[in-house]
C-alpha cells in the first residue's frame, strides 16, 4: 500500500485542519488506516484507527477535538482537526495494516504492528 498525506500546515491556535491521507496501489477496504503524530523530540504517538465501515478507535487524549473518517470510493482516509493547541504541532502520519480479525482493538495503536506509512504531514499551531 503506497500512502500520501496532505492538508498540514500553519494554523493559529483554535483553528482547524483537515488532513487527508489517500492509498493507492491497493483497494483498502480490508485495511485499517491509522494517524499517528511526532512532535519534535517525542516519539510517535497513536491518534485513531479507522476500519472501512467507519468503526473508529481513539486514543483517550484525542477524543473530543479529532474526528477521522474514511471516504472508500476514493480509497481516502481523513482527520478533521479542531480547536488546535500549539501542542498539536507535529507530523502526522497515516499507516495502514490488513484487518486481522483476532486482534484486539487496543493493538491497533501500537506503531510496530503497521507495516506502510505514508511520508507525514506537518502541522505547526502558533500564533
Known amino acids: 500500500v503506497q500512502l500520501q498525506a496532505s492538508g498540514g500546515g500553519l494554523v493559529q491556535p483554535g483553528g482547524s485542519l483537515r488532513l487527508s491521507c489517500a492509498a493507492s496501489?491497493?483497494?483498502?477496504?480490508?485495511?485499517?488506516l491509522s494517524w499517528f503524530r511526532q512532535a519534535p523530540g517525542w516519539e510517535r504517538e497513536f491518534v485513531v484507527a479507522?476500519?472501512?465501515?467507519?468503526?473508529?478507535y481513539y486514543a483517550e487524549s484525542m477524543k473530543g477535538r479529532f474526528t477521522a473518517s474514511r471516504d472508500n470510493n476514493k480509497n481516502t482516509m481523513y482527520l478533521q482537526l479542531n480547536d488546535l493547541k500549539p501542542e498539536d504541532t507535529a507530523v502526522y502520519y497515516c499507516?495502514?495494516?490488513?484487518?486481522?480479525?483476532?486482534?484486539?482493538?487496543?493493538?491497533?495503536?501500537?506503531?510496530?504492528?503497521?507495516?506502510?506509512w505514508g511520508q507525514g504531514t506537518l502541522v505547526t499551531v502558533s500564533s
Open positions: 499507516a495502514a495494516i490488513p484487518v486481522q480479525d483476532w486482534r484486539p482493538i487496543t493493538s491497533y495503536d501500537r506503531r510496530t504492528i503497521y507495516n506502510d
Open positions: 496501489r491497493v483497494n483498502v477496504a480490508s485495511y485499517v
Open positions: 479507522v476500519w472501512s465501515s467507519g468503526k473508529t
